[in-house]
């Protein structure tokens, strides 16, 4: 075995129960109850950073829940790496999915289940653990930088002003985030794009009240009727947004990066198999790949209206509401992108209702630098362990704040990710292989091995 694999074997069921005692805090960051276990998360992540080596933690406020800040410098003229990851977790519902308790991690044959066993209290505790183990053998040749924030989930609202305030802080030459997934436990991935998001609520009213559907029906606009006919017609037969100007600022990519991604290994009929669907469905013209890395895409992520309790109702709706998220490509802004799904919608509309749409979040889409020191420090790194280089890939899935850290921080970031699909994150019975959690410390050290040179 190498020093690292002989550490790890050694320390490997501390390492578990130390990330236990985070996973077992519901910090639940979209739920205000949950304000004590997001300070609680933050503490208890201080001392692990503490405990493993750093100089200094602290627990910084925001206005927000408090981002957790460590260092350990080992020479002012060394490189420095920015380790970002976040302590929130998503809300477990429906719980009664679950087939373990969520925050009670259980280990069932090679997985870890827990909501954040993966994302990101996991992945995040892989870079504690390589950093505690690098500072315990005197082999760590970077200075090193902890920020651990508890908004993620909900779009990192008060981590970019954060930033801002502490840039001197937390200058750097890399920032380094576990928080994506890999293709296959044996196939290692570095994701080098991550698609925007924006987010909006809709809201479409009619009568001042619920009206009886027998008197009323026919004669007064159903706002439920309304709103699923708006929804409907923001897609065409061919998977295509149908918003004026969506499309005006897409970047196509080139045909030799769209034959470098079908590289990658991809069954589609076993990704259908584990989906239970038939077919697949998407933007004509594009592989599922493609439909999911390098194009936008709009989807309904929830809607209520009227009665939907027990039995019958026959009520005409006052209100009909709907979340809507817009995943975005580079060059595609957030808030312009969600202003004109907004204006569509309003424009659309008959005048028999009203429309009001909120833009509740959102972030930029993010590309790396394929040429950096740092991204081929990390396919050596991943050659030392897996024995072969990994492969770029874009992600369909998005990280708003790592595009506000290019612009607030002027820091690039690489994304060195170990989660699988199987790890059903943010949803019921999330899990993480151990094999993952554990090659992820090894690979981490590595990458400072060859970014330290």
Not at 231 to 247: A, K
């Amino acid at each position: 075995m190498t020093p690292i694999k002989d550490y790890i074997q050694a320390n490997k069921n501390r390492f578990l129960e130390e990330l236990y005692g985070l996973i077992r805090i519901p910090s639940i960051s979209s739920e205000t109850a949950r304000k004590p276990d997001m300070q609680r998360a933050a503490e208890y992540w201080r001392e692990q950073l503490l405990k493993a080596g750093a100089d200094k933690a602290e627990v910084m406020p925001t206005q927000g829940n408090p981002v957790v800040y460590g260092e350990k410098i080992i020479d002012p003229k060394a490189k420095t790496v920015l380790v970002y990851g976040h302590y929130d977790v998503m809300p477990v519902d429906p719980v009664e999915l679950w087939k373990t308790q969520p925050f009670e991690p259980q280990v069932i044959g090679d997985r870890l289940y827990a909501r954040g066993a993966n994302d990101d209290k996991g992945q995040s505790f892989m870079h504690a653990k390589a950093f505690e183990y690098m500072v315990k053998e005197n082999c760590l040749p970077c200075n090193v930088k902890f920020m651990l924030e508890g908004e993620e989930e909900i779009g990192s609202p008060s981590l970019g002003q954060w930033c801002a305030d502490n840039k001197n802080m937390l200058e750097a030459d890399v920032i380094l985030v576990s928080d994506t997934s890999m293709i296959a436990p044996e196939i290692p991935s570095i994701t080098v794009g991550l698609r925007g998001l924006s987010y909006i609520e809709v809201s479409v009213t009619g009568p001042n009240k619920d009206l009886h559907s027998g008197i009323f029906g026919g004669a007064v606009a159903n706002p439920a009727n309304v709103l699923a006919k708006l929804i409907s017609d923001l897609l065409d037969e061919n998977g295509h947004v149908t918003v004026p100007g969506f499309y005006d600022d897409v970047v196509e990519i080139p045909q030799e990066e769209r034959a470098a991604m079908a590289k990658a290994p991809f069954n589609e009929e076993e990704y259908k198999k584990a989906l239970d669907i038939e077919a697949v469905s998407g933007e004509k013209g594009y592989t599922t790949l493609e439909r999911t890395g390098i194009r936008p895409s709009l989807d309904v992520n929830g809607m209520w209206s009227g009665y939907t309790g027990e039995g019958a109702k026959t009520v005409l709706p006052s209100t009909a509401h709907a979340k809507i998220s817009m995943r975005l490509v580079p060059n595609q802004n957030w808030e312009k992108t969600g202003h004109l799904v907004a204006e569509a919608l309003k424009a659309r509309a008959p005048k028999s209702v009203k429309v009001d749409v909120k833009l509740l979040h959102g972030g930029s889409a993010y590309g790396a630098d394929l040429g950096s020191e740092a991204y081929k420090a990390a396919e050596q790194a991943y050659m030392d362990v897996y024995g072969k280089l990994p492969i770029p890939t874009r992600s369909g899935g998005s990280i708003p704040i790592i595009a506000t850290f290019e612009q607030v921080l002027g820091i690039k970031s690489l994304l060195m990710g170990f989660g699988l699909e199987a790890d059903a994150i943010h949803s019921p019975n999330e899990s993480y292989l151990l094999q993952n959690f554990f090659r992820g410390i090894e690979t981490i050290a590595a990458f400072y091995k060859h970014y330290g040179k």
